[in-house]
């Protein structure tokens, strides 16, 4: 990779960083200012006041950087999922977390819309998003299977994992061009569009898992080809 950007100061000052927080909130506004390609690690290490070994302690690669501490933040959604009464249905459960999740204090919406339009544009973050968001889809199919009596893995809650990951994704890439709009409005909206999901209730979700299961036992081969008596035989 090409530099053509000097080392970056210590930003506005700040002291060392220590911290997932600190180091994203410096990456991603060197990447804002100088463009993601543009910024190496050297240069945000330098910028934070910190080694790039101490780098690495927090991140394992630049990729990982706008994510900030997202290892926390998936516990913190699993944590919003466990705080909804049993008796809320299922898709309302989900709509509910998730918007709770996304709730963002004023002085950090600026920077959490830069951090989602840099993982949901540049190449090698979207290419990242693949894993990290594979944490946050089993976040919600592991509840689904808790309230289902399923197993996390099984297509149902697999499906409810997907279908909330999809309309959260989508109500970001909305809301990231839209200033002066509040996140939690589309990502409510998104979830509102597909709350009929609850009218799928355990019996039809299990039902739905039992027709995807592969059948027992060898496959018959109804294949007229492999029977030389059905030649020229007219199918019904």
């Not at 790039?52 to 501490?69: Q, S």
């Not at 946050?136 to 409810?160: C, H, Q, Y």
């Not at 997907?162 to 061009?177: G, H, K, N, T």
């Amino acid at each position: 990779m090409t530099e053509n950007h000097e080392t970056p100061d210590r930003i506005l000052g700040r002291p060392r960083a220590t911290t997932h927080d600190v180091l994203a909130e410096i990456g991603v506004e060197l990447f804002t200012r100088h463009g993601y390609e543009h910024v190496s690690v050297q240069q945000i290490a330098d910028a934070a006041g910190v080694s790039r070994r101490t780098f690495f302690r927090y991140f394992p690669t630049k990729a990982d950087l706008p994510w900030g501490d997202f290892a926390r933040e998936v516990e913190r959604l699993r944590g919003e999922l466990a705080l909804v009464p049993d008796d809320i249905p299922l898709m309302e459960a989900v709509r509910q977390s998730v918007v709770e999740f996304n709730r963002v204090p004023p002085e950090a919406v600026d920077q959490h819309r830069a951090r989602l339009g840099l993982i949901l544009t540049e190449p090698e973050l979207i290419a990242r998003s693949l894993v990290k968001f594979l944490d946050w889809r089993r976040v919600i199919a592991e509840f689904t299977a808790r309230r289902l009596d399923m197993e996390p893995t099984s297509f149902f809650p697999e499906l409810v994992g997907e279908v909330a990951l999809s309309a959260a994704v989508a109500a970001y890439r909305q809301w990231i061009p839209s200033p002066d709009t509040d996140l939690t409005t589309y990502i409510d909206t998104a979830f509102a569009a597909i709350v009929d999901l609850d009218r799928l209730e355990q019996g039809v979700a299990a039902q739905l898992s039992t027709r995807l299961d592969p059948p027992a036992g060898p496959r018959e081969n109804h294949d007229h080809r492999d029977h030389p008596g059905n030649a020229g035989e007219e199918r019904p």
